[in-house]
Protein backbone atom coordinates (compact mmCIF):
# COMPACT_ATOMS: atom_id res chain seq x y z
CA UNK A 1 0.00 0.00 0.00
CA UNK A 2 1.40 4.01 -1.06
CA UNK A 3 2.04 5.75 1.96
CA UNK A 4 0.43 8.87 1.91
CA UNK A 5 2.15 11.25 3.76
CA UNK A 6 -1.58 13.50 4.75
CA UNK A 7 -0.55 17.13 5.86
CA UNK A 8 -4.47 17.94 5.09
CA UNK A 9 -5.34 18.17 9.16
CA UNK A 10 -4.28 16.43 12.83
CA UNK A 11 -7.48 14.40 12.57
CA UNK A 12 -6.43 11.97 10.10
CA UNK A 13 -4.23 10.12 12.43
CA UNK A 14 -4.79 6.46 13.29
CA UNK A 15 -4.90 4.73 16.91
CA UNK A 16 -1.52 3.44 17.81
CA UNK A 17 -0.84 -0.26 18.54
CA UNK A 18 -0.44 0.88 22.39
CA UNK A 19 -4.27 2.72 21.97
CA UNK A 20 -5.31 0.09 20.57
CA UNK A 21 -4.89 -2.09 23.35
CA UNK A 22 -5.80 0.42 25.54
CA UNK A 23 -9.63 0.18 23.82
CA UNK A 24 -9.46 -3.79 23.88
CA UNK A 25 -8.80 -3.63 27.55
CA UNK A 26 -11.38 -0.58 28.32
CA UNK A 27 -13.80 -1.33 31.35
CA UNK A 28 -17.27 -0.56 30.32
CA UNK A 29 -20.90 0.28 31.52
CA UNK A 30 -23.70 2.21 30.12
CA UNK A 31 -22.63 5.72 30.25
CA UNK A 32 -25.62 7.02 29.76
CA UNK A 33 -26.95 5.72 33.81
CA UNK A 34 -23.34 7.07 34.45
CA UNK A 35 -22.00 3.65 34.67
CA UNK A 36 -18.83 3.53 32.66
CA UNK A 37 -15.74 3.88 34.83
CA UNK A 38 -13.52 4.28 31.94
CA UNK A 39 -15.79 7.61 30.63
CA UNK A 40 -15.95 9.05 34.75
CA UNK A 41 -11.80 8.05 35.21
CA UNK A 42 -11.42 10.40 31.81
CA UNK A 43 -13.92 12.77 32.82
CA UNK A 44 -12.36 13.48 35.81
CA UNK A 45 -8.69 13.54 34.72
CA UNK A 46 -9.66 16.21 32.17
CA UNK A 47 -11.63 18.49 34.42
CA UNK A 48 -8.81 18.43 37.03
CA UNK A 49 -6.05 18.90 34.50
CA UNK A 50 -8.41 22.08 33.52
CA UNK A 51 -9.20 22.84 36.81
CA UNK A 52 -12.74 22.66 36.61
CA UNK A 53 -15.12 21.29 38.69
CA UNK A 54 -16.20 19.28 36.14
CA UNK A 55 -15.78 18.20 32.17
CA UNK A 56 -18.43 15.67 29.96
CA UNK A 57 -17.60 13.61 27.54
CA UNK A 58 -18.94 14.06 24.20
CA UNK A 59 -18.88 12.79 20.33
CA UNK A 60 -16.60 15.86 18.55
CA UNK A 61 -15.30 18.96 18.87
CA UNK A 62 -18.50 20.69 16.98
CA UNK A 63 -20.90 19.13 19.77
CA UNK A 64 -18.67 20.30 23.06
CA UNK A 65 -18.81 23.80 21.06
CA UNK A 66 -22.21 23.95 20.72
CA UNK A 67 -23.54 22.48 23.82
CA UNK A 68 -21.52 25.01 25.99
CA UNK A 69 -23.46 27.94 23.83
CA UNK A 70 -26.66 26.04 24.15
CA UNK A 71 -25.86 25.88 28.01
CA UNK A 72 -24.83 29.64 28.32
CA UNK A 73 -27.46 31.40 26.06
CA UNK A 74 -31.24 32.11 25.26
CA UNK A 75 -32.79 32.17 21.54
CA UNK A 76 -31.94 36.30 20.42
CA UNK A 77 -28.78 36.43 22.77
CA UNK A 78 -25.44 37.76 20.81
CA UNK A 79 -22.59 36.12 21.16
CA UNK A 80 -19.51 37.85 20.65
CA UNK A 81 -16.75 35.82 18.19
CA UNK A 82 -14.32 36.11 15.80
CA UNK A 83 -15.12 36.49 12.22
CA UNK A 84 -12.57 32.75 11.28
CA UNK A 85 -13.35 31.07 14.36
CA UNK A 86 -14.57 27.59 13.92
CA UNK A 87 -17.68 27.82 15.81
CA UNK A 88 -18.83 30.17 12.95
CA UNK A 89 -17.50 28.94 10.13
CA UNK A 90 -16.76 24.96 10.61
CA UNK A 91 -19.99 23.86 12.66
CA UNK A 92 -22.64 23.88 10.19
CA UNK A 93 -24.52 26.80 11.19
CA UNK A 94 -25.43 25.11 14.50
CA UNK A 95 -25.46 28.53 17.01
CA UNK A 96 -28.33 30.28 14.83
CA UNK A 97 -30.00 26.05 13.96
CA UNK A 98 -29.90 24.48 17.58
CA UNK A 99 -29.45 27.40 19.89
CA UNK A 100 -31.31 30.26 17.77
CA UNK A 101 -28.33 32.85 18.84
CA UNK A 102 -27.16 35.26 16.56
CA UNK A 103 -22.77 35.65 16.31
CA UNK A 104 -21.51 38.99 15.98
CA UNK A 105 -18.44 38.64 14.29
CA UNK A 106 -15.31 40.76 14.97
CA UNK A 107 -11.68 40.53 12.81
CA UNK A 108 -9.09 39.56 15.07
CA UNK A 109 -5.25 39.56 13.80
CA UNK A 110 -4.77 35.58 12.93
CA UNK A 111 -7.75 35.08 15.11
CA UNK A 112 -6.68 36.75 18.25
CA UNK A 113 -8.81 40.01 19.23
CA UNK A 114 -8.48 42.28 21.75
CA UNK A 115 -10.46 43.51 24.70
CA UNK A 116 -11.09 47.24 23.56
CA UNK A 117 -12.68 45.21 20.18
CA UNK A 118 -14.98 43.69 22.37
CA UNK A 119 -15.82 46.21 24.63
CA UNK A 120 -17.04 48.14 21.73
CA UNK A 121 -19.02 45.38 20.64
CA UNK A 122 -21.02 45.11 23.41
CA UNK A 123 -24.61 45.97 23.46
CA UNK A 124 -26.11 49.06 25.39
CA UNK A 125 -28.88 48.15 27.69
CA UNK A 126 -32.13 48.90 25.36
CA UNK A 127 -34.92 47.15 23.68
CA UNK A 128 -33.88 47.60 20.06
CA UNK A 129 -30.59 45.41 20.42
CA UNK A 130 -30.22 41.86 21.44
CA UNK A 131 -28.66 40.66 24.38
CA UNK A 132 -24.83 40.04 24.14
CA UNK A 133 -24.32 36.88 26.88
CA UNK A 134 -20.65 34.85 25.59
CA UNK A 135 -17.56 35.68 24.28
CA UNK A 136 -16.28 32.93 22.32
CA UNK A 137 -12.37 32.58 22.12
CA UNK A 138 -9.92 29.62 20.33
CA UNK A 139 -6.77 28.52 21.19
CA UNK A 140 -4.74 27.68 19.33
CA UNK A 141 -6.85 29.55 16.76
CA UNK A 142 -7.47 27.03 13.32
CA UNK A 143 -7.77 29.44 10.90
CA UNK A 144 -5.76 31.82 12.08
CA UNK A 145 -2.93 29.77 11.23
CA UNK A 146 -2.44 27.70 14.72
CA UNK A 147 -2.18 31.07 16.56
CA UNK A 148 -1.47 30.94 20.64
CA UNK A 149 -4.03 33.25 22.38
CA UNK A 150 -1.35 35.50 24.63
CA UNK A 151 -2.89 34.58 28.30
CA UNK A 152 -2.52 38.36 29.21
CA UNK A 153 -4.77 38.81 26.02
CA UNK A 154 -7.31 36.34 27.71
CA UNK A 155 -7.14 37.33 31.02
CA UNK A 156 -8.10 40.94 30.25
CA UNK A 157 -10.92 39.71 28.11
CA UNK A 158 -12.31 37.44 31.03
CA UNK A 159 -11.22 40.29 33.64
CA UNK A 160 -13.83 43.11 31.75
CA UNK A 161 -16.36 40.15 30.77
CA UNK A 162 -17.41 39.15 34.53
CA UNK A 163 -18.46 42.70 36.09
CA UNK A 164 -20.42 42.96 32.84
CA UNK A 165 -22.28 39.37 33.50
CA UNK A 166 -20.64 38.05 30.57
CA UNK A 167 -20.01 34.53 29.85
CA UNK A 168 -17.21 33.33 28.37
CA UNK A 169 -16.20 29.80 26.53
CA UNK A 170 -13.11 28.22 25.27
CA UNK A 171 -12.67 26.73 21.92
CA UNK A 172 -9.53 24.78 23.26
CA UNK A 173 -10.14 22.23 20.59
CA UNK A 174 -6.17 22.61 20.35
CA UNK A 175 -5.38 24.04 23.86
CA UNK A 176 -2.84 21.27 24.13
CA UNK A 177 -0.50 22.88 21.50
CA UNK A 178 -0.82 26.08 23.01
CA UNK A 179 0.71 24.47 26.53
CA UNK A 180 3.15 22.66 25.08
CA UNK A 181 4.10 25.76 23.07
CA UNK A 182 4.18 28.26 25.48
CA UNK A 183 4.81 26.01 28.77
CA UNK A 184 1.84 27.84 30.35
CA UNK A 185 -0.63 25.26 31.88
CA UNK A 186 -3.73 24.08 30.71
CA UNK A 187 -5.54 25.27 33.70
CA UNK A 188 -3.79 28.85 33.54
CA UNK A 189 -5.10 29.17 30.09
CA UNK A 190 -8.47 27.62 31.21
CA UNK A 191 -9.04 29.94 34.48
CA UNK A 192 -10.11 32.81 31.77
CA UNK A 193 -13.05 30.88 31.02
CA UNK A 194 -15.83 30.04 32.30
CA UNK A 195 -16.26 26.60 29.99
CA UNK A 196 -13.36 24.89 27.97
CA UNK A 197 -13.90 22.15 24.71
CA UNK A 198 -10.90 20.01 24.28
CA UNK A 199 -10.27 17.93 21.51
CA UNK A 200 -8.57 14.11 22.24
CA UNK A 201 -9.05 13.68 18.20
CA UNK A 202 -6.60 16.60 16.74
CA UNK A 203 -3.11 16.49 17.82
CA UNK A 204 -3.23 14.23 20.42
CA UNK A 205 -3.98 11.06 18.17
CA UNK A 206 -7.65 9.87 19.46
CA UNK A 207 -9.93 8.44 17.37
CA UNK A 208 -13.36 10.20 18.32
CA UNK A 209 -13.74 12.42 20.92
CA UNK A 210 -14.04 15.99 22.95
CA UNK A 211 -14.64 17.52 26.25
CA UNK A 212 -16.65 20.24 27.78
CA UNK A 213 -15.83 21.41 31.18
CA UNK A 214 -16.94 24.03 33.46
CA UNK A 215 -18.53 24.43 36.78
CA UNK A 216 -21.22 21.51 38.30
CA UNK A 217 -23.92 23.43 37.56
CA UNK A 218 -22.89 24.62 33.99
CA UNK A 219 -22.08 20.64 32.79
CA UNK A 220 -25.48 19.73 34.44
CA UNK A 221 -27.22 21.90 31.92
CA UNK A 222 -24.86 20.38 29.23
CA UNK A 223 -25.52 16.78 30.14
CA UNK A 224 -29.34 17.48 29.68
CA UNK A 225 -28.29 19.12 26.10
CA UNK A 226 -26.12 16.30 25.22
CA UNK A 227 -28.77 13.67 25.76
CA UNK A 228 -31.42 16.13 24.21
CA UNK A 229 -28.68 16.56 21.14
CA UNK A 230 -28.41 12.41 20.87
CA UNK A 231 -25.20 12.69 22.14
CA UNK A 232 -25.45 10.39 25.37
CA UNK A 233 -24.11 7.15 24.44
CA UNK A 234 -23.38 3.82 25.90
CA UNK A 235 -20.26 1.53 26.40
CA UNK A 236 -18.41 4.57 25.32
CA UNK A 237 -15.21 3.59 27.53
CA UNK A 238 -13.85 1.87 24.49
CA UNK A 239 -12.96 5.54 22.99
CA UNK A 240 -12.57 7.24 26.68
CA UNK A 241 -9.61 4.28 27.39
CA UNK A 242 -8.28 6.27 23.88
CA UNK A 243 -8.86 9.30 25.27
CA UNK A 244 -6.94 8.13 28.37
CA UNK A 245 -3.79 7.08 26.47
CA UNK A 246 -3.61 9.98 24.64
CA UNK A 247 -3.60 12.51 27.15
CA UNK A 248 -0.75 9.97 29.04
CA UNK A 249 1.35 9.11 25.86
CA UNK A 250 1.03 12.13 23.12
CA UNK A 251 1.05 15.45 25.13
CA UNK A 252 4.58 16.13 25.36
CA UNK A 253 5.40 14.58 21.74
CA UNK A 254 3.37 17.81 20.67
CA UNK A 255 6.60 19.47 20.74
CA UNK A 256 8.17 17.23 17.98
CA UNK A 257 4.60 18.53 15.56
CA UNK A 258 5.92 22.09 16.29
CA UNK A 259 9.35 21.48 15.04
CA UNK A 260 8.16 19.73 11.97
CA UNK A 261 5.75 22.52 11.13
CA UNK A 262 8.66 25.25 11.81
CA UNK A 263 10.56 23.17 9.58
CA UNK A 264 8.10 22.87 6.32
CA UNK A 265 7.64 26.55 7.26
CA UNK A 266 11.08 27.42 6.88
CA UNK A 267 11.32 25.29 3.94
CA UNK A 268 7.89 26.37 2.16
CA UNK A 269 9.84 30.32 2.35
CA UNK A 270 12.58 29.21 -0.11
CA UNK A 271 10.08 28.06 -2.72
CA UNK A 272 8.98 30.02 -5.69
CA UNK A 273 5.77 31.68 -5.46
CA UNK A 274 4.98 30.92 -1.42
CA UNK A 275 4.25 34.00 0.47
CA UNK A 276 4.72 32.77 4.29
CA UNK A 277 5.98 34.11 7.49
CA UNK A 278 7.53 31.34 9.14
CA UNK A 279 7.52 33.92 12.49
CA UNK A 280 3.60 32.99 12.49
CA UNK A 281 4.17 29.26 12.93
CA UNK A 282 3.81 28.85 16.10
CA UNK A 283 2.16 24.99 16.95
CA UNK A 284 1.31 22.72 14.22
CA UNK A 285 -0.36 24.47 11.45
CA UNK A 286 0.67 26.46 8.61
CA UNK A 287 -1.39 28.95 6.09
CA UNK A 288 0.17 29.97 2.93
CA UNK A 289 -0.62 32.03 0.01
CA UNK A 290 0.31 31.00 -3.24
CA UNK A 291 -0.88 33.80 -5.34
CA UNK A 292 2.34 35.19 -6.23
CA UNK A 293 2.81 31.87 -7.69
CA UNK A 294 1.56 30.03 -11.65
CA UNK A 295 -0.92 28.10 -9.99
CA UNK A 296 -3.93 28.31 -7.85
CA UNK A 297 -4.12 26.56 -4.03
CA UNK A 298 -6.22 23.60 -5.78
CA UNK A 299 -3.66 22.87 -8.56
CA UNK A 300 -0.47 23.03 -6.52
CA UNK A 301 -2.84 20.28 -3.89
CA UNK A 302 -3.17 18.37 -7.42
CA UNK A 303 0.27 17.77 -8.19
CA UNK A 304 1.39 17.17 -4.76
CA UNK A 305 -0.99 14.21 -4.34
CA UNK A 306 1.02 13.26 -7.39
CA UNK A 307 3.60 13.00 -5.55
CA UNK A 308 2.46 10.94 -2.46
CA UNK A 309 1.66 14.18 -0.45
CA UNK A 310 -2.19 15.49 0.52
CA UNK A 311 -2.46 19.09 1.62
CA UNK A 312 -5.40 21.26 1.64
CA UNK A 313 -6.67 24.08 -0.14
CA UNK A 314 -8.25 26.91 1.03
CA UNK A 315 -10.03 28.85 -1.76
CA UNK A 316 -8.10 29.87 -4.79
CA UNK A 317 -4.48 31.03 -3.22
CA UNK A 318 -4.39 29.51 0.81
CA UNK A 319 -2.81 26.00 1.32
CA UNK A 320 -3.07 24.80 5.04
CA UNK A 321 -0.73 21.87 6.15
CA UNK A 322 -1.08 20.09 10.10
CA UNK A 323 1.74 18.20 11.77
CA UNK A 324 0.77 15.32 13.82
CA UNK A 325 1.44 11.72 14.65
CA UNK A 326 1.22 10.20 11.73
CA UNK A 327 4.33 12.21 10.23
CA UNK A 328 8.26 12.45 11.12
CA UNK A 329 10.78 14.05 10.55
CA UNK A 330 11.91 12.26 7.33
CA UNK A 331 8.16 12.91 5.77
CA UNK A 332 8.73 16.74 6.13
CA UNK A 333 11.82 16.60 4.39
CA UNK A 334 10.32 14.35 1.86
CA UNK A 335 7.48 16.76 1.49
CA UNK A 336 9.46 19.68 0.95
CA UNK A 337 11.43 17.97 -1.59
CA UNK A 338 8.25 17.67 -3.08
CA UNK A 339 7.58 21.08 -3.20
CA UNK A 340 10.79 21.57 -4.60
CA UNK A 341 10.05 19.76 -7.28
CA UNK A 342 6.52 21.18 -8.28
CA UNK A 343 7.74 25.08 -7.45
CA UNK A 344 11.14 25.49 -7.21
CA UNK A 345 13.47 27.33 -5.51
CA UNK A 346 12.99 31.06 -4.83
CA UNK A 347 15.70 32.68 -7.37
C1 LIG B 1 -11.64 20.60 14.79
C2 LIG B 1 -12.09 21.76 15.57
C3 LIG B 1 -13.32 21.77 16.24
C4 LIG B 1 -14.39 20.70 16.10
O1 LIG B 1 -14.03 19.47 15.93
P1 LIG B 1 -14.88 18.25 15.34
O2 LIG B 1 -14.51 17.17 16.29
O3 LIG B 1 -14.36 18.07 13.97
O4 LIG B 1 -16.32 18.58 15.41
C5 LIG B 1 -13.62 22.87 17.01
N1 LIG B 1 -12.78 23.90 17.09
C6 LIG B 1 -11.60 23.94 16.46
C7 LIG B 1 -10.72 25.11 16.62
C8 LIG B 1 -11.22 22.88 15.66
O5 LIG B 1 -10.06 22.94 15.01
Redesign the pocket.
Known amino acids: MKKWIDLRSD?VTRPTLGMRKAIAEAEVGDDVFGEDPTVNILQERVAGMLGKEAALFVP??????QLAIKSHTQPGDEVIIEST???YN??GGAGAALSGIQFHCLKGLRGILDVSQIEEAIRPDDHHFPVTRLICL?NT??RGGGTIYPIQKMEAIYRFAKPKGLLVHL?G??LWNASVATGIGLHQYAQWADSV?V?L??GLGAPIG?LVAGSKAFIDRVHRFRKMFGGGMRQVGILAAAGLYAIEHHIERIKEDHQNAKRLALGLSEMEGVSIEPQHVETNIIIFDVSQGGMTASQLAEKMREKGILIHAFGKAQIRLVTHLDVNEEDIETALKAFNEVLGKRQ
Open positions: TSGTMANSHPFEEHNDARSCSKS
